[in-house]
């Protein structure tokens, strides 16, 4: 099988949200799209082992926001390769409320969009949140950031519990230079600086392998 196939889909990149008792949570996810429009409802696979998921699943609501291209790349390895469970992600990022008091990123937001889960799927290794939409908002017109964009001109990883993850051949078939072995960053070039440090996990240059 061809995985390289699978980046010819098109995906978006957003932060996904949710608080329960207090306790905030919120990652990257590729997997948030529009299902029906009449009412307005949005699916979206979230992995088991992500604490996000366990948040949503006692709350029973989610706000998503899409990212601008400008989003840095601290701002995606905050959210992205970094536990909920561990950190208050909302602490250093600019955000607001939706009408029911979830959190939502508004740091290089296009848009956000606050939602009551009506159902879920269990796939195995991640769940389906099925959410239908109570508010939506556009915040910039600005481009948004794809997963494309992110993967070939941002040079970001995608962790392993991620649907899209591919797989350590996968990404060495794709380019050539040096991998981060904690969040899968790949620094393409011949040599790795020893000073250098990875910027999505902000890990050191001990930690990436030659590909």
Same mark, same amino acid.
């Given at each position: 099988?061809?995985?390289?196939?699978?980046?010819?889909?098109?995906?978006?990149?957003?932060?996904?949200?949710?608080?329960?008792?207090?306790? +905030?949570?919120?990652?990257?996810?590729?997997?948030?799209? &529009?299902?029906? +429009?009449?009412? $307005?409802? $949005?699916? $979206?696979?979230?992995?088991? *082992?992500?604490?996000?998921? #366990?948040?949503?699943?006692?709350?029973?609501?989610?706000?998503?926001?899409?990212?601008?291209?400008?989003?840095?790349?601290?701002?995606?390895?905050?959210?992205?390769?970094? /536990? /909920?469970?561990?950190?208050?992600?909302?602490?250093?990022? !600019?955000?607001?409320? *939706?009408?029911?008091?979830?959190?939502?990123?508004?740091? /290089? +937001?296009?848009?956000?969009?606050?939602?009551?889960?009506?159902?879920?799927?269990?796939?195995?290794?991640?769940?389906?949140?099925?959410?239908? +939409?109570?508010?939506?908002?556009?915040?910039? #017109?600005?481009?948004?950031?794809?997963?494309?964009?992110? &993967?070939?001109?941002?040079?970001?990883?995608?962790?392993?519990?991620?649907?899209?993850?591919?797989?350590?051949?996968?990404?060495?078939?794709?380019?050539?230079?040096?991998?981060?072995?904690?969040?899968?960053?790949?620094?393409?070039?011949?040599?790795? !600086?020893? *000073?250098?440090?990875?910027?999505?996990?902000? &890990?050191?240059? *001990?930690?990436?392998?030659?590909?």
């Amino acid at each position: 099988m061809d995985l390289k196939a699978f980046y010819k889909l098109t995906y978006g990149l957003y932060i996904l949200s949710s608080e329960f008792e207090g306790k +905030a949570a919120g990652c990257v996810v590729n997997t948030l799209t &529009q299902v029906t +429009a009449e009412p $307005v409802k $949005v699916a $979206v696979a979230v992995s088991k *082992d992500n604490f996000t998921t #366990q948040i949503i699943a006692k709350s029973g609501r989610f706000a998503a926001t899409s990212l601008l291209q400008e989003a840095s790349m601290d701002l995606i390895g905050r959210f992205g390769f970094r /536990s /909920s469970a561990d950190e208050d992600k909302f602490a250093a990022t !600019p955000h607001a409320r *939706d009408r029911a008091g979830i959190p939502y990123v508004t740091e /290089s +937001a296009a848009a956000f969009v606050s939602c009551k889960v009506i159902d879920q799927l269990d796939l195995g290794t991640h769940i389906l949140f099925i959410g239908e +939409a109570e508010e939506a908002e556009t915040l910039s #017109q600005d481009e948004v950031l794809t997963y494309t964009y992110y &993967q070939t001109v941002k040079k970001g990883g995608t962790p392993k519990n991620a649907p899209s993850y591919k797989g350590e051949a996968a990404a060495q078939l794709a380019v050539k230079g040096w991998r981060c072995t904690v969040c899968g960053y790949i620094l393409e070039s011949e040599t790795l !600086p020893p *000073d250098f440090v990875c910027p999505i996990c902000h &890990q050191g240059a *001990d930690k990436f392998v030659k590909l």
